[in-house]
């Protein structure tokens, strides 16, 4: 009966719950024991496992579909699973690794959530050529970026890690480069391709300079041997001296502009020059200088410009491994392209017409040993190229033609404004043409004479307002994508017709002309005002630009556009970025940049998946620089110089909190509490090592080598403070009870006296006495008479005896009577 109850109980809140409690609660009601499927199952479970970056997420109410869930736009960062799958899906034109992701949500409903600018991994299928999260555990189609949940999805896959990219090929004019990894798993089967290929050295091979012959390398002089297991590379040390004169490969000097490509491997935690360019003074005019956390492009033009302000690079390749560096040094700003991946553009302010001259050394390491210690490394490729544009050609990413549609390729045309933005605006209703159209259509961007139609995922916009307020005109309208992505080629296709324009006639204009026609016109009274070329309207009074000025341009003259803020060009085709595009961005809107992999707009400054803290700035994507006293990816993790020892930890720069026991700036004091006593030294934390003579946890004891006897106590080290009647250093002896002075002794506790003394502690003498007589003498001042002769009269030469007194010290002998003890 119990039972039954229950049920019933159970039965009537199920009913509850599902008709009157909202629905947005009811995947919470399903948690109750719930357990999620680790990332290793998902990865199994899924048909596309990819790791990328959130860029987007529409979540606005009147964006979702009737289920409430929302797309997602996002950046491919690695694809793990299911990249044959991912080739049939259709992309981003203009950026091959962009795309939307469908059927996100809210966790109430079950549904994964995602966030803008956060990194996830995303496990996906497929559905009507759309990519979609797929719900093989509640939530479960998202999953956060971290190493351990990368290591799950390899060791799911049964893949190793890549090995470092091979040799180019060829040394211009286009080559490749492959790398490898095993797969680990004992069918030997994995998801995925065990060999990426990609293409290097693109550019043209007019101008390019090989470095390393003319460096005396390829020769294999002293110090240099050459890589076993890749073809022209060569290993450097200490010893080798490669260097050479700069006239002997550039006769007129270094050209102004140019590109400096080079692959090569620093050594682990190291530092130093590693190409210079000095001159007969001593001086290094152009000189790449490495560390462990910066690339250093020294250069010093006739007016020492940069200087020492010469950009600095915030990238780490001091890491014994191979890295394809690229410099392009062109008018005033200078870029870095390193791995392909990572883009860096700076300013590089030097003189108009720069210069470093000819008379100059160019050599491996520093020329002059005043700079640094000599090179140490391996170099496979060392190429000077007149054209600034062949840094960015050393190495194109890998090939994504296989996980990217082929219809994606990059239209020739040119970006239409409108279809961008455009992108959240819903399906518009069907076209209202406001003038009567004429059959005739002209079309731009035109490849053919008919305009093909368009597919189910794309549409037409309304056709705009005739140009004319009378007589002919046009009117134009664009296509853009129905499930609002980026631009029209994602749906529309490279070859289809992107903007059309057709022709209008709103009405005839009245044959009448007022006083006078302007801008030059002439007055017909049957006709109205015959205008002059690039004029129009009843008075002359409208400019005309043929073509029409584009993208909200003004026509302000015939065939002069003034355009608005952010475009530029004659018809306003071209958008304008400021500040400017930075890292190897592109300008697409006014103001909008399409940024490289890892940098974010608008000015493709690179972002950090996570914040930089305690004032690091994030130089490079997903790279922080920290300040000074702080590490770490986020800069969170303080840094202690010195360590922290007896497992201190290091809470803050230079600041350790330190266990119970231990103090000071490093923790490396002992404390003892309370402190050991009679100089004990604090060993460990409430352990005290004592001095000879005491003993006890704080040294607060004495010892005695032999017990004290009779009753003694131990005061002090070796030393026996007796009771009374008993003395000796161990108080062993009987003594008297009283203390017996002047040399007396105790015999029998009593004390026996010498010579004359008496008493019971021989302090008194017993004596007889003699009288006899004791001298003494005493002086007394008196006045005496004395004569002596003296000049006297009035010329005083006479001779007189005269008296005079004075005092003097007179002594007597007296006597007195004395008494001695005999």
Known sequence: MKRKRKLFYLLFMTIVLTHFIPFTFSCILLLNGWTPLSVYERTELADIVLSAHVKRAFKEWNQRTTAQTYYAEV??????????????????????????????????MCYADVMEGERYILFLTTYKQRLSAKYDDIFGAAAEYTQYNVRQVIAQLGWDEWSPWTSCSTSCEGGSQTRHRACEKENGTCSGTAVEKRQCNLFPCKGVKD????????????????????????????????????????RSGLPQDFSLLTTVVFPRHTSGFFLTLSDLMGKQRLAIHYSSSSVVFQYYDQNNLPGEKSPSFDVQISDSTWHQVAFSVKGNKIALYLDCDTIISKPFPRS??????????LAIGPYFARYGFPFEGAVEQLTFSSDPDSAKLQCNPVDDTKILHE????????????????????????????????????????????????????TWSSWSLCNVTCGRGVQTRSAYCRNNALNSLECVGKNAVRTQTRACDVGKCEAYCSSSCLNGG????????????????????NVMCNPICQNGGRCISPNVCACPEG?????????????????????????????PYGYMPPDCTPTCAFPCHNGGRCIRPNKCKCQPGYQGRDCTEPVCRDGCFNGGACVAPKTCSCPRGFSGSRCHLIECNPPCQNRGACVFPGVCRCKKGYTGDLCDKHTCKKPCSNGGQCTGPNQCTCPLGYGGKWCHRKRCNVTCFNGGKCKSRRCRCKGSFVGTRCEKRECRYEQYVVPSQKSIRT?????????????????????RLKYVLVTHTLYRTAYRCI
């Open 75 to 108: 950046e491919i960062l690695q694809v793990y699973k299911g990249v044959e799958l991912l080739g049939q899906i259709l992309v981003n034109a203009q950026n091959r690794r962009l795309s939307n992701v469908t059927n996100f949500g809210d966790k109430k």
């Open 211 to 250: 470095l390393m012959p003319y460096l005396g390398i390829t020769k294999l002089p002293l110090g240099v041997t050459q890589v076993t297991d890749r073809n022209h590379s060569f290993n450097i040390s200490k010893t080798a001296k490669p260097f050479s004169p700069l006239v002997s490969i550039f």
């Open 352 to 361: 108009q017409h720069s210069s470093i001259g000819t008379t100059l050394m």
């Open 407 to 458: 219809q994606a390729v990059k239209d020739d045309g040119q970006l239409d404004v409108n279809i961008v933005k455009d992108f959240k605006s819903p399906t518009p209703a069907p076209p209202k043409p406001t003038a009567t159209p004429i059959p005739h259509l002209t079309t731009q961007f035109r490849r053919k004479e008919t305009t093909p139609e368009l597919n189910e995922w794309s």
């Open 522 to 541: 002439t007055c017909n009274i049957t006709t109205g005002c015959i205008c002059r070329d690039g004029y129009e309207g009843k008075q002359c009074e």
């Open 567 to 595: 475009l530029k060009g004659p018809l306003c085709e071209s958008v304008v970025c400021d500040p400017p595009c930075l890292n190897g961005g592109r300008c697409i809107l006014s103001g909008v940049c399409a940024c």
């Open 783 to 803: 006045f005496q008479r004395e004569e002596y002769t003296t000049q006297c009269g009035h010329w005083q030469w006479k001779t007189c005896v005269q008296t």
